[in-house]
């Protein structure tokens, strides 16, 4: 396979994240106006949940795939006979799990009883398997393609959230989260359908193997620190402010990981060249490296003079019940460019080294957040929260940054150590 140029790929990415970024805004837009910011604060907070145990059943096979296909080109089909059973076997047990401790772990007490379950099957059951379908394509270098797979089912969520207006404001929440799930499983027989065009897929299951299970332990420890840093801030701030602020930082904090888009595409197009390069050349590490961390910067700002200069349309879009987001889309649109330089760095990371490193580096993110949210949030009201995300996230940023530098040079050094041999014997 001629794999295409990072250049191309990167824009082929960007426009199908395009194509998602206009589907989420329209999301947000709908969600907002549906529900209003209260309703809205105790959604983000049951849902943020669902996505972060919604990382757990897939075990990391995504990432051991983009590890193995160099070297292994039938790694898919071998990889997708004990992921899928292994999926819905978790993933049936953690949904069981979040719908009887969810309700009281969240204080999403705005949420009927029968609404968890259906958060439960889209995403911890459901969508999860989509993302392993686009990683597949993805560690194909088929990135944008991939990358489709999930934005297919957010479009057939837009169209199903604004059906939810034709009910009755009483049934508005259940039938959101019903057309949901309905959504989500038709995006997976899709994925499946698309995929099974590009590359094999074996359905007669195995049980994992034993450095399977170690790996992909450790990706999928990773992976859920990694998600509970960009989710666990709503549950956060519906507990440190209440469910009208939370319900206005979880609609700003879309907008802002919207706004780092552009730089998730060229983080998804990059990775399988970041693997590579670790593995067979160590100056095209090196360059490639610092390339996208001055892209991030470069591009976050831009994007965070964007959203300054947008904010009071936005505002005014959401509705009068958001008019409080002009003390917060300022402070937290410089959040921006961090997000994009940590999650460049936190990629970078995992690709040039073992990922302990980088559960250890997310997971000082997740403490840091802990320790700066609640308080700030409690004291400064929904500001607070603004200056929490954003403190974090710059923290991280400079951190992950100085330990890939760190890492770049503890290799060079090792590669221009010289290699000493015994004299023969005179």
């Not at 995006?187 to 170690?214: D, I, K, N, Q, Y």
Request: proline letters at 6%; charged letters at 10%; hydrophobic letters at 55%.
């Amino acid at each position: 396979m001629n794999a295409p140029s990072l250049a191309r790929s990167s824009l082929l990415t960007m426009g199908v994240l395009g194509l998602r970024l206009l589907t989420q805004a329209s999301s947000l837009i709908l969600a907002v106006r549906l529900f209003g910011p209260a309703l809205y604060g105790n959604i983000a907070a049951a849902s943020s949940l669902a996505v972060v145990l919604g990382v757990l059943p897939n075990l990391g096979a995504g990432t051991l795939l983009m590890r193995r296909i160099a070297h292994e080109p039938d790694a898919p089909a071998d990889i997708w006979r004990y992921a899928w059973p292994q999926h819905l076997l978790l993933g049936l047990v953690l949904a069981l799990l979040y719908v009887v401790l969810a309700p009281g772990l969240s204080h999403a007490r705005l949420i009927p009883a029968g609404c968890w379950l259906g958060f439960a099957l889209t995403e911890i059951v459901l969508s999860p398997l989509i993302v392993h379908l686009s990683m597949t394509l993805q560690a194909l270098e088929y990135v944008p393609r991939g990358q489709l797979l999930q934005v297919v089912p957010l479009i057939l969520r837009v169209l199903a959230m604004a059906a939810c207006f034709c009910l009755p404001v009483a049934r508005r929440l259940d039938g959101y989260v019903a057309l949901q799930t309905v959504a989500a499983a038709v995006g997976l027989a899709l994925a499946l359908r698309v995929v099974r065009a590009h590359t094999r897929l074996a359905w007669h299951p195995r049980a994992p193997r034993r450095e399977e299970l170690r790996d992909g332990a450790a990706y999928a420890a990773l992976n859920m620190v990694s998600a509970n840093s960009m989710e666990l801030d709503k549950v956060l701030a519906l507990h440190a402010a209440g469910a009208v602020p939370a319900g206005l930082y979880a609609s700003a904090s879309r907008i802002v990981f919207a706004g780092t888009l552009p730089m998730v595409s060229l983080l998804l197009a990059a990775q399988p060249r970041l693997f590579r390069h670790a593995a067979h050349d160590e100056r095209g590490l090196r360059r490639l490296a610092w390339q996208l961390a001055l892209v991030c910067l470069a591009a976050g700002t831009l994007a965070a003079l964007a959203l300054q200069l947008a904010s009071p349309w936005l505002i005014a879009l959401f509705g009068p019940g958001f008019a409080d987001l002009h003390q917060l889309l300022p402070v937290m649109a410089w959040a921006i460019p961090a997000m994009s330089l940590h999650l460049m760095a936190a990629q970078t990371l995992v690709s040039i080294g073992p990922p302990g490193r980088r559960l250890l580096y997310d997971l000082a993110g997740l403490l840091l957040l802990i320790a700066l949210m609640p308080p700030l949030g409690r004291h400064l009201g929904v500001v607070g929260l603004g200056w929490g995300l954003l403190l974090t996230e710059a923290s991280l940023a400079l951190i992950g940054w100085l330990w890939v530098a760190l890492e770049l040079q503890r290799r060079s050094h090792e590669d221009r150590r010289p290699i000493t041999a015994s004299r023969p014997a005179e």
